[in-house]
Nanobody, 123 residues
């Protein structure tokens, strides 16, 4: 069992930066690939970024490439999503997810979800 708790969301101006954190609990954290998804009002949940168990491979949705960075610290049981050059269209609830590579990029294949953290980007 893995429990995921996100933090770090908030209100930021367009062009700004923010870092989301995810604190997984459970001894098996290091055996899971980790991902970030987001869901805007009226839209489906969509893949943002993912990282393998060791952190050696990352993948990003095209709309965040070059702006977002995902990382993990297995020693501290933490996963991060660094976000820069934020746009109003990035406004959404961001969810941390745990699953298996490479299906972790599919929201229907996620093993565990966090509760989400709200990001609002003002223009």
């Amino acid at each position: 069992q893995v429990k995921l708790v996100e933090s770090g969301g908030g209100l930021v101006q367009a062009g700004g930066s923010l870092r989301l954190s995810c604190a997984p609990s459970g001894r098996s954290f290091a055996t899971y690939s980790m991902g970030w998804f987001r869901q805007a009002p009226g839209k489906e949940r969509e893949f943002v970024a993912a990282i393998t168990e060791s952190g050696g491979i990352t993948r990003y949705a095209d709309f965040v490439k070059g702006r977002f960075g995902v990382s993990r610290d297995n020693g501290k049981n933490m996963v991060y999503l660094r976000m820069g050059s934020l746009k109003p269209e990035d406004t959404a609830v961001y969810y941390c997810a745990a699953g298996r590579w490479p299906v972790i990029m599919n929201p229907n294949e996620i093993d565990y979800w966090g509760q989400g953290t709200q990001l609002t980007v003002s223009s």
